[in-house]
């Protein structure tokens, strides 16, 4: 029923190029319209409701943990989804919905329909949309699979990263609740027809081939077997390869987020003005470009293990040498380390898992990743707030918390190669 409401993908004329690098764009922007669901994009608007709704930061952050994590609980059913539906019809019903959750913001009056506004946009922004657009190139790429993902993400990200720029322009001009408005409409106008007119679930729809390779004769034989070979999500679950990169993007997520929140405060401890401090997310954003797309074609070449815990060390070292930085160079690499930890270990999951585990579950099993990663983010700002309420500072809070990443990579190191047989319990011949 929902596919009949789309019209059906026209087979190329001859001589068209590859549509997969196409995919990739249409990927891309709708990453990028994920922006107002991010806490990037969400930090904007908090001062000015908190004004309005008279609620203390305490409470805005209470309801913003709350929502992020109700909101996470429903992405692995959004991962079925799409492998039922197919990116196309799941991208623009994402889209349609995210809309309104946003434009429901406007009405927000009190703290529990904040909570509950913080739940839309955290599942259906950064969750469920954030899964489909990131999931959309890989049926289209084999070879080149992990650069066709690290290129979505990067340019996503950079697309996402102008959100606040434009809020902070816009709210004060027109007031929040008719930013809100205005954001939902934008994603609306953006993300509904660009799923439906130019989205495409799988190469085999126009008679084209991942990678841009001739057709083959064989071509269905060849994609009943890679289905047959493919992880279901409790297969993928029983394999340790998965809980070390799950591992990996909820320790980025949580300690990342956590760091993000508190910048200002954290690098205002070690002599950094509030405008140096806001400015250190520069090299962040920059250095994160830079590691999605290296790690997009590291995953094409080099073991998953290798990837994560390069990963795990740079968010380790940023960890420790924090408290060593001053404003200057030192406050730059710090930031390069930090940005590129976190979009390191974002880029693994996503080149990865359709390398380890095959396409025809991958919406199922990245859902769940996407749950544990997003609901990580809730708990990284808490633990760092209390940590410096008991002590005064962030330093030890934060030598604390690096047994995740140091025990992340222990896992990592020993993790097997997923396998089918193993992980269905069958003893190799």
């Not at 952050?61 to 609980?73: D, E, M, P």
């Not at 007119?197 to 729809?205: C, E, L, N, T």
């Not at 269905?220 to 679950?237: C, M, W």
């Not at 008991?390 to 604390?400: A, I, M, P, Q, W």
Request: net charge positive; no cysteine.
């Amino acid at each position: 029923m929902l596919t009949s409401l789309f019209p059906a993908p026209r087979p190329p004329r001859s001589g068209t190029r590859f549509s997969g690098w196409r995919i990739v764009a249409v990927a891309a922007v709708a990453l990028g319209m994920t922006g107002p669901g991010q806490t990037v994009g969400v930090s904007v608007f908090i001062d000015p409701m908190m004004e309005t709704l008279a609620l203390t930061r305490s409470q805005v952050s209470t309801a913003y943990l709350l929502g992020t994590l109700t909101g996470a609980f429903a992405l692995p059913t959004a991962g079925r989804i799409l492998d039922a539906r197919g990116t196309r019809v799941t991208m623009a019903i994402i889209g349609g919905v995210f809309g309104v959750v946003l434009m429901a913001m406007a009405g927000v009056v009190g703290l529990i329909s904040l909570t509950l506004g913080f739940a839309g946009i955290r599942m259906f922004g950064q969750g469920a949309l954030g899964l489909t657009a990131t999931t959309a190139p890989a049926p289209w790429f084999d070879r080149r699979r992990g650069f066709a993902i690290g290129v979505t993400t990067a340019v996503g990200s950079a697309v996402l990263s102008l959100f606040p720029l434009v809020a902070a322009a816009v709210i004060p001009a027109i007031g929040w609740r008719a930013a809100w408005v205005v954001t939902g409409l934008t994603v609306w106008l953006v993300v509904v027809p660009l799923a439906a007119r130019a989205m495409i679930d799988h190469p085999s729809d126009v008679g084209q081939q991942a990678d841009g390779a001739e057709p083959r004769a064989d071509a269905e034989e060849v994609a009943r077997a890679a289905a047959a070979a493919s992880f279901t999500r409790g297969e993928a679950l029983r394999t340790p390869m998965f809980w070390a990169v799950a591992g990996a993007t909820a320790t980025t997520g949580m300690i990342g987020t956590g760091l993000a929140f508190h910048q200002i405060d954290l690098l205002g401890e070690q002599g950094l003005t509030p405008v140096q401090a806001a400015a250190n997310f520069l090299p962040q954003t920059a250095a994160a470009l830079l590691a999605t797309l290296a790690v997009g074609s590291m995953v094409d070449r080099f073991a998953a293990r290798w990837v994560l815990t390069t990963s795990m060390l740079l968010l380790m070292a940023a960890m420790v040498g924090v408290v060593l930085v001053s404003p200057g160079w030192t406050a730059i690499a710090y930031g390069v380390t930090v940005g590129a930890a976190g979009a390191s270990a974002r880029a693994l999951e996503a080149a990865s898992f359709p390398k380890l585990y095959g396409l025809a579950h991958l919406g199922s099993i990245r859902g769940v990743v996407t749950a544990i990663s997003v609901g990580s983010t809730a708990f990284g700002p808490l633990a760092l707030a209390i940590g410096r309420d008991l002590t005064g500072s962030y330093e030890l809070v934060l030598r604390l918390l690096l047994v995740f990443p140091a025990a992340v990579i222990v896992l990592g190191l020993l993790a097997p190669t997923p396998s089918r047989q193993r992980a269905l319990g069958v003893p190799p011949a």
